[in-house]
């Protein structure tokens, strides 16, 4: 993964825990749409966004 995919994906992460929704997010961090912040979220965390949430919402 490039370096600012990287950077932005790692911003996306921090985000998560935010009531914002992943479009919103999406935009903030700098990501052309939802799908593309999917594609890297995944890439980096082998997880989807949404399951992240789910998961950080249960600890």
Do not use: E, K
């Not at 935010?18 to 965390?45: E, K, M, N, P």
């Amino acid at each position: 993964m490039a370096y600012r995919a990287r950077i932005r994906t790692l911003h996306a992460l921090d985000a998560m825990a935010s009531s914002r929704s992943l479009v919103q997010i999406a935009a903030d961090c700098g990501f052309s749409d939802q799908a593309h912040l999917t594609r890297s979220f995944s890439a980096l965390t082998d997880t989807s966004p949404s399951t992240w949430r789910r998961r950080l919402a249960r600890s």
